[in-house]
């Protein structure tokens, strides 16, 4: 099993930036392909980015391309999620995730991630 923290979220204005972490236990992290979620309120949880098991692949959600970069550290155990020109329409829940092997076709698939942290917050304001 995989247990999952994220961290870094928080309060920023449109345009600013912040950077999530993800640290993962396990001696098992570069086993594992992961991912970064969102949760808006009143909304799905949808796809943000993902990255293979050795870092030398990204995935990204069409509206977080260009602003987010996913990246990985197997030394560490962490992944983390740079976040630039943030949108009031960012806010939300930021949850990681890990699976075995990525698909791109199911990359969106919430039931395709087998283990997940608690979440962190980001609220951007306007």
């Known amino acids: 099993q995989v247990q999952l923290v994220e961290s870094g979220g928080g309060l920023v204005q449109a345009g600013g930036s912040l950077r999530l972490s993800c640290a993962a236990s396990?001696?098992?992290?570069?086993?594992?392909?992961m991912g970064w979620f969102r949760q808006a309120p009143g909304k799905e949880r949808e796809f943000v980015a993902a990255?293979?098991?050795?870092?030398?692949?990204?995935y990204y959600a069409d509206s977080m391309k260009g602003r987010f970069t996913i990246s990985r550290d197997n030394a560490k155990n962490t992944v983390s999620l740079q976040m630039s020109s943030l949108k009031p329409e960012d806010t939300g829940v930021y949850y990681c995730?890990?699976?075995?092997?990525?698909?791109?076709?199911?990359?969106?698939?919430?039931?395709?991630?087998?283990?997940w942290g608690q979440g962190t917050q980001v609220t951007v304001s306007s």
């Open positions: 995730a890990v699976r075995a092997i990525i698909n791109s076709a199911t990359m969106a698939s919430l039931g395709k991630w087998k283990y």
């Open positions: 396990g001696r098992t992290f570069s086993s594992y392909a």
């Open positions: 990255i293979s098991k050795s870092g030398d692949s990204n």
